[in-house]
């Protein structure tokens, strides 16, 4: 999962080779069929049926997630669901309890036909402007706007009986003509107002999400792999086939980048792209899956800003093909979606996956160095703003709970780095020959798909594969507390972190905005009650102060985008028109452009005799 604070914020199948007659009855498992009916939805509500297996207990809970593989939170998926009941075969009401918001249970199971219940869309409850704290992340949540869009995140919509998870599924979605469901799993219904899947138990479903909507799909094939791009935007301002070529160079970079590790025969891209109105997604990124990624953005996003989004998320998701998709631990791969238990090897999952997604592009020519060195500076200063004495492995382990939690958004920061650092000592211990990238085969290897590890031997295997100074590292700076020299490491590839002024963003300091969008009139406001940068305060602006036009061009919530790239394009003293409307009144401010400039360690090349390193580093 990644998660992007944006501008307005600053905004398997399974494979036998037995003989029929060598299968007992007893090792085939009844399937577990699913109805999902997109046909008749009412007040953005779609009807769910799961017929029952053969229960031999008295009693049997029901239960929608709490939580999903990759989100690292508690999102009680259950509260979406609503009038769910329960009848045996002759369509008598059977009696249940409500056990929490995810969890029913069902007396007289035995007799148990099927349930039934009505699934709400979460897009639908993140009000206002910004993503509130109990959103769900919208790529893990749902959409539900008949003849339109149905993000159909599988979580959402089906649930499990307890000890029957490992049973397949077998789900059917009736749908209108028009739309289309965009998925890597396979419709073996040819019709095109039915489709069947079919998976081999609860966490493969889990693990495919469906979007419907009119079809607006792209594919193309990179070294064996099937790639689909399919887009939903509200006013057709994006489709697939714009964004295509830029996402066929990147995924082929990052193919080439892996090389053998990646053996996923068919990935699929689902984006849809946000209105930012009152009932519309606003918690933007992506979630990865096995063979899919699903990405929201918001679709004011100007071209060039949503390509490098686009690029950005779905790298870092599809590089989880390598962790934990390839190279996972026991709380994963059994995964309990409502009592979890996480892993404490975060730094890996996320952290050696946001490294991957920066380094294959200096490694594939896509960015330059002083734009790989300056992502590096970046997650720096944004890791050194966390707490940097909390071990990383218990952060992970207890990312569900305080005060872990809010430390979580430095996997992103601090977790990259770590693998940074990992890959330097590598390299420098193996002579430029060998790096991280090298390690995680031989880990895909060792483990793979359905050989989990321990947490807590973890450490010592990467050890067994690499060199003692790896594995002191990982027990002084991941499970310790003390903080990474970063510049010991820049040292041996000729790097150095130096202190200089540098201007920073005009509209946003760190995670913090200076600006926010009235959601009923679209406009632009300053933030009122907070200290304003030099830009702001060198124009006289103010607290509550409506941003109509910079230099006559006129900003809303529809092209503020527009007005963040633009506004990196300001220099020093540049002149500047802002008319504003303040108190009612319109007014217009002449002045000139005051950058807000901060102290900042930047990364620079600056030994020459470590070039040799340095080149195995980043090209090898």
């Known amino acids: 999962m990644k998660k992007i604070l944006f501008a307005f914020t600053l905004a398997s199948v399974l494979v036998g080779c037995k003989t029929a007659s060598s299968v007992t009855s007893s090792s085939i498992k009844e399937n577990i069929e699913v109805a999902i009916n997109l046909n008749d939805i009412k007040d953005d509500k779609v009807m769910v049926t799961v017929n029952a297996p053969a229960i031999t207990t008295d009693e049997i809970t029901f239960h929608i997630p709490k939580t999903v593989p990759g989100t690292y939170s508690e999102d009680n998926y259950g509260r979406f669901i609503t009038d769910l009941k329960a009848y045996d075969k002759k369509g008598n009401a059977l009696d249940l309890k409500k056990l929490d918001v995810n969890s029913w249970l069902i007396a007289k199971a035995k007799t148990l036909s099927k349930i039934t219940y009505w699934v709400n869309d979460s897009f639908d409850t993140e009000k206002g402007t910004e993503f509130g704290k109990d959103d769900v992340f919208s790529p893990a ?23 029957y998870m490992s049973n397949p599924y077998k789900v059917t979605i009736s749908h209108p003509g028009e739309i289309w469901g965009a998925t890597s799993m396979t419709d073996i219904d040819d019709s095109n107002t039915n489709d069947v899947f079919i998976t081999s138990r609860y966490a493969e479903l889990v693990e495919n999400p469906i979007m419907y909507s009119k079809p607006d799909h792209t594919s193309f094939t990179v070294d064996g792999m099937e790639i689909n791009i399919a887009v939903y935007s509200p006013t057709g301002k994006v489709t697939a086939e714009s964004i295509t070529p830029e996402m066929k160079t990147m995924m082929t970079a990052q193919k080439h980048f892996l090389g053998k590790i990646n053996t996923t025969k068919k990935y699929s891209v689902l984006l849809y792209l946000s209105t930012m109105t009152d009932t519309d997604a606003k918690g933007f990124g992506a979630l990865e899956h096995p063979t899919a990624t699903t990405v929201v953005l918001p679709e004011v996003m100007p071209k060039e800003e949503l390509v490098k989004s686009m690029m950005d998320v779905v790298s870092h998701e599809f590089f989880h093909i390598v962790t934990p998709l390839s190279i996972h631990s026991k709380e994963i791969q059994f995964f309990d979606y409502n009592d979890p238990k996480m892993s404490e090897h975060l730094w890996m999952y996320e ?32 890791a050194n703003a966390m707490n940097d004495t909390m071990s990383f492995t218990t952060m992970s382990a207890n990312v569900l709970k305080e005060p872990y939690k809010d430390q979580y958004i430095n996997v992103y920061q601090k ?37 989990p590890f321990n947490d807590n031997e973890l450490f010592a295997k990467i050890t067994e594969l690499t060199y003692p100074e790896v594995g002191e590292f990982l027990k002084t700076y991941v499970a310790g507390t003390t903080p ?54 060198s ?17 809303t919530l529809d092209n503020i985008y527009e007005m963040i790239a633009e506004s990196e394009k300001w220099k020093e003293n540049d002149p500047i028109t802002v008319k504003i409307k303040r108190n009612g009144s319109e007014q217009t401010i002449k002045g000139i452009v005051k950058l807000p400039y901060e102290e900042k360690e930047v990364v620079k090349a600056t030994d020459s005799t470590k070039s040799i390193l340095k080149e195995a580093w980043l090209k090898g």
């Open 415 to 451: 977790g990259s780095l770590i693998g940074m650092c990992l890959d330097i000592i590598i390299r420098e211990k193996s002579n430029g020959q060998r790096g991280i990238l090298d390690l995680m085969q031989k880990l895909s290897k060792e483990y793979g798909v359905a050989k």
């Open 351 to 382: 952290g050696v996956t946001e490294y991957f997604a920066n380094l294959f592009q200096i490694n594939q020519g896509l960015i330059t160095e002083e734009d790989f060195y300056s992502r590096l500076s970046d997650q720096i200063e944004r």
């Open 484 to 537: 990474i020299p970063y510049a010991s490491y820049f040292a041996k590839v000729g790097l150095t972190l130096t202190s200089e002024k540098t201007p920073g963003n005009i509209f946003l300091k760190g995670q913090t905005p200076y600006i926010t969008v009235n959601p009923q009139t679209k406009e632009i406001v300053v933030i009122p009650e907070i200290e304003l940068n030099a830009f702001y305060t």
């Open 539 to 555: 124009l006289d602006l103010k607290g509550g102060d409506v941003l109509v036009a910079i230099n006559n061009q006129s900003y």
């Open 141 to 163: 949540g749902s959409n539900i706007d008949s003849g339109k869009n149905i993000l159909l995140n599988t979580h959402c919509f089906v649930g499990y009986f307890t000890n």
